[in-house]
């Protein structure tokens, strides 16, 4: 698992997802202990290791910050490296914004909802946790609607791991367009 060559995304990608598993299932297992002492040794144990790494993560990116120009490579390289980046997201390290991520993810998959009649809009973004309102019916099909969601969903985690839910809001159908190609002009300029 570790010391994998970075190039092997899929690898590295489902490695760290079953890391992540595994450490939630240890925890599971430490909280479900009957010793409440053993429960807050963990914890603490848990919430040392987590800030001795987040120290250590934050001295390397500061170094690499101030390499200037001969950094900038490696900066990028680490951004784009999936199990590099979502430890970034984890400390609260990433150098860019919850906000900007979220609107990245969210234009990768535009032009794959806008090819089954929906969109996606960014509501707002509050203590975390990220509303969006899926636009349009996906041609009708209630399971079509849940799988843009899912796809939404999807790109966000890759992109924004560190938010804390996606909230859907209440859906907005599009404007019924007739048939034939023509569009009444008071639809125009309504998304």
């Known amino acids: 698992m570790y010391g994998e060559d970075p190039s092997a995304t899929t690898s590295t ?10 450490i939630a299932d240890l925890v599971e297992q430490i909280e479900s202990s009957a010793e409440p002492q ?5 914890r603490r144990l848990t919430r040392t290791l987590l800030d001795v790494h987040r120290e250590g993560l934050f001295r390397v990116w500061s170094l690499l910050e ?18 590099v980046n979502k430890l ?16 990245q993810a969210l234009a990768k998959v535009r032009l794959h909802l806008s090819s089954h009649g929906a969109e996606v809009a960014l509501v707002t ?14 041609d009708g099909c209630h399971s079509a609607t849940q799988s843009m969601k899912q ?14 839910t996606v909230v ?3 859906a907005v159908a ?11 002009i008071e639809t125009l300029g309504k998304r």
Not at 88 to 103: K, N
Not at 125 to 138: K, P, T
Not at 175 to 184: L, Q
């Open 174 to 184: 599009s404007p019924a367009r007739p048939s034939g190609g023509f569009v009444p």
């Open 125 to 138: 973004i509050e203590d975390e946790a990220v509303h969006l309102r899926l636009i349009g019916d996906c």
């Open 66 to 83: 101030a390499s200037g120009k001969i950094g900038q490579p490696v900066r990028e390289a680490c951004l784009a490296d999936p199990l």
């Open 168 to 170: 859907w809001e209440a």
């Open 13 to 22: 990608q489902v490695s760290f997802s079953r890391a992540m598993q595994q």
């Open 88 to 103: 970034l997201m984890l400390h609260d390290l990433h150098p860019e914004s919850l906000e900007t991520r979220v609107q």
């Open 38 to 42: 053993c429960r807050e040794l963990s």
């Open 151 to 164: 796809m939404v969903e999807d790109a966000l985690y890759d992109a924004a791991a560190d938010s804390s």
